[in-house]
């Protein structure tokens, strides 16, 4: 997925009112989150943070999050959520999954929702590789998916070769079920598995 295709996305919707859409994230409950306390992660790197749900209701949870998003603008917006909350990052950095240029080992987990299914599958093979790695050992990947709608499958599109829908936009969707998803984390150990309430496959994988 090209870096300037989220970017020009981010800068259309700026000002669209991203406190509201963030607010039932602020202190949730999840058993993933509980998870995570279960098994003393600290810091957490939000990779694709988009507009920061994830890591508001994490750094609301007492974690340290670093956001990392291709898009300056969406880890500005980020910032700009938590401080609402009077909550601040632990770090921010504007790079891509696939190269995020951290150390190796530098989080206790990293949680990535609905990232890798936005770019063809040689692709996520690679982000998933470069998110393991900076992952401490025995560190924790959240991992979540998300499963076409109707929608999803109206719009005009390409199919590409490994079956991943191209828009006319140029954002790139493959489709993601439970058991291709398992297929493309074969490598790292499953701990947990469970449905997010829009249908998404989420998973919690062991470095």
Known sequence: MPEDFWERS???DRDRDFLSYAKPYYRLTSPEIEFFREHHVRSVCDAGCGYGAYALALASNGFDVTALDVSQTAVEITGRVLARYGLKLAGHKTASVLDTG??????????????LDHMAVPDAETALQEL?????????LLLAFDTPDEGDLSREHTVLPDGSIQYASGMVFHPYDAPAAERLLSDLPI????????????????K
């Not at 393991?132 to 924790?140: K, N, Q, S, V, Y």
Request: aromatic content about 12%; overall charge positive; some cysteine.
């Open 10 to 12: 981010w800068k259309r």
């Open 132 to 140: 393991t790695r900076i992952t401490r050992p025995g560190g924790l």
């Open 191 to 206: 701990l947990r598995r469970n449905t997010g309430p829009r249908g998404e496959n989420i998973f919690i994988v062991e």
């Open 102 to 115: 951290f150390p190796d080992g530098s989080f206790d987990a990293v949680v990535c929702f609905s990232v």
